[in-house]
């Protein structure tokens, strides 16, 4: 089992920035092999991915936010970073963070996030 906490969500005005933070912790947490990835999912529509980051530091983005978003994470800590600069209204959203092992993949509570002047 590994257990997902996120944190940094809040309200910002568009253009500003916000770090999210997702710490794993539990005995599934302790496999050298892994994915961590942010996931989002705003009203009415369907989860999409963010941005991931293996163990190993590959990483990928979403087109929309290539430029914008920085992912990264601190093994040592389990604990993946998002950055997120310059947002948009239209990057309100629930971020949701996943840390997949060989075993299962496991899904934090969310964190909202809302971009509004």
């Known amino acids: 089992q590994v257990q997902l906490v996120e944190s940094g969500g809040g309200l910002v005005q568009p253009g500003g920035p916000l770090r999210l933070s997702c710490v794993a912790s539990?005995?599934?947490?302790?496999?050298?092999?892994?994915?961590m990835t942010w996931y989002r999912q705003a009203p009415e529509k369907e989860r999409e991915l963010v941005a991931g980051?293996?163990?190993?530091?590959?990483?990928n983005y979403a087109d929309s936010v290539k430029g914008r978003f920085t992912i990264s994470r601190d093994n040592a800590k389990n604990t993946v970073y998002l950055q997120m600069n310059s947002l948009k209204p239209e990057d309100t959203a629930v971020y949701y963070c996943?840390?997949?092992?060989?075993?299962?993949?496991?899904w934090g509570q969310g964190t909202q996030v809302t971009v509004s002047p």
């Open positions: 980051i293996t163990s190993t530091g590959r990483i």
């Open positions: 996943k840390y997949s092992n060989y075993i299962s993949d496991y």
């Open positions: 539990g005995p599934g947490s302790i496999y050298s092999i892994n994915v």
